[in-house]
C-alpha cells in the first residue's frame, strides 16, 4: 500500500489549490485525477473572471496551476499528480483504492468536482458521440460546416455557441426561458456573431439515423412544435457534483452537496471537501478558495495529531509552531 500524508481526489482549481497549501507546509501530497486535468476549468472556452489572469483560454490558466503543483522547487511545489480514478473510499482507515493501487493518507480532500447535466430526451443518449456532446470546446473539429444547436442559457451555453459558430455554418441557441443568464458582455458577442436564440424553446427529442438529423423543439408560451433539421447538439443545462465516493461511505450531504464546515471539514474525520461538490458559487475563482481552505485545515489538522501523540516538528505549520498547536489542545 502507498502512504502519503494527504491525498486529494480531483485535480480541478479546487483540488490544485489544496495541493499548494498542504505541499508547501511539508506534507507529502498526492493528487488523483480520473480524467483530464484542470476539470471543468480545462474545458472552458474563455475565462474572463480570475484575478490576475487576462481574458484566455481556461486550459491555459489550469495548465500553469498543475504546472505550480507539481514543478520541484524552487519552481513549483513538488506534490506528486498521477492519472488513477479513484474506486472507493474507507473513511475509517483513510484509505483510497483506485483502478491501480490503494493509498494510505492521514488526511483525505475530496475535490471530485461536477460533470455536465444531462438533458434526459429521447436520442439523447443514443447519439453521444455521433452528434449530442456536452463540451464543445472537446468537439470543436465536429463542427466544420455543420448546423448546430446549442441547449441552455448561462455563460458556459453562450461561450459553446461562440465555439461552434467559429465553425460552423449556422448556430441556434435555444433556452427554456424568456431572456439568457449570461453575462451581458457574452449576449452582446452572440448577437455580434449572428448566433440566432430562440427563447422559451424547450428540445423535446433529438432524431436521425446513425447520426443526429433533426431536434423536436416546443415554444413553451405558444405550444408550437416544430421539427429542426440540425447536426449536431451541443448540451450545456448545468452540472451535478460528483458525491458517489462520499455518500458511499455516509458522509453527511446538504442536498446534492456535501455539507462542511468553515474548515472545509466533513462529518467524517480526517476527510475533507471542497469546490462543486460543496454549497455555493460555481466559479473558478470560488473553487480556488475553498481549495486553499481545505488545504490549510487538512496541514493544520495533521499538525494537531502529531503533537496529540508527543511529537514534535521543526519549523512551522500554517504558521503555527509546535508549541502553539499544543496551546490550542488546552
Known amino acids: ?19 499548494i497549501f498542504t505541499q508547501i507546509d511539508g506534507w507529502s501530497t498526492l493528487v488523483l485525477e480520473a480524467n483530464w486535468v484542470g476539470g471543468q476549468g480545462a474545458i472552458a472556452y474563455s475565462v474572463s473572471n480570475y484575478p490576475g489572469f487576462s481574458p484566455a483560454d481556461g486550459e491555459m490558466l489550469m495548465s500553469y496551476m498543475a504546472k505550480q503543483v507539481t514543478s520541484p522547487p524552487p519552481n513549483g511545489m513538488g506534490a506528486e499528480l498521477r492519472q488513477e ?26 475535490a471530485t468536482g461536477s460533470t455536465m447535466q444531462k438533458l434526459g430526451v429521447p436520442g439523447e443518449e443514443k447519439f453521444v458521440g455521433n452528434g449530442v456532446s456536452y463540451y464543445a470546446k472537446r468537439d470543436y473539429n465536429q463542427f466544420s460546416g455543420k448546423k448546430v444547436l446549442v441547449v441552455g442559457g448561462g455563460n458556459s451555453t453562450a461561450k459553446s455557441a461562440l465555439v461552434a459558430k467559429s465553425a460552423a455554418n ?63 447538439v451541443i448540451i450545456c443545462v448545468g452540472t451535478e457534483p460528483n458525491t458517489k465516493l462520499a455518500q458511499e461511505v455516509g458522509i453527511e450531504m446538504e442536498g446534492k452537496f456535501m455539507k462542511v464546515d468553515s474548515q472545509m471539514r466533513t462529518n467524517k474525520e480526517g476527510i475533507f471537501a471542497c469546490g462543486e461538490i460543496t454549497p ?38 500554517n504558521g503555527k509552531y509546535a508549541d502553539e498547536f499544543l496551546a490550542m489542545l488546552g
Not at 209 to 218: C, P, R
Open 170 to 232: 449556422e448556430v441556434i441557441l435555444v433556452h427554456r426561458r424568456g431572456s439568457l443568464r449570461a453575462y451581458p458582455t457574452m449576449i452582446k458577442r452572440l448577437q455580434n456573431e449572428s448566433v440566432k436564440i430562440w427563447y422559451n424553446t424547450e428540445v423535446k427529442e433529438i432524431k436521425g439515423g446513425d447520426n443526429v438529423e433533426a431536434a423536436v423543439v416546443t415554444n413553451n408560451k405558444t405550444g408550437e412544435q416544430k421539427e429542426v433539421a440540425i447536426d449536431w
Open 1 to 19: 500500500m502507498v502512504e502519503r500524508d494527504v491525498i486529494i481526489v480531483g485535480a480541478g482549481p479546487a483540488g490544485l489549490s489544496a495541493g
Open 280 to 317: 455555493g458559487h460555481r466559479h473558478l475563482i470560488t473553487s480556488a478558495s475553498e481549495g486553499a481552505s481545505a488545504g490549510m485545515a487538512a496541514s493544520e489538522y495533521l499538525a494537531l495529531e502529531m503533537v496529540k501523540k508527543g511529537e514534535i516538528f521543526e519549523g512551522a505549520r
Open 85 to 110: 480514478k479513484a474506486l472507493s473510499l474507507d473513511s475509517k482507515n483513510l484509505v483510497v483504492t483506485t483502478e491501480e493501487n490503494q493509498y494510505q493518507a492521514k488526511a483525505i480532500i475530496l
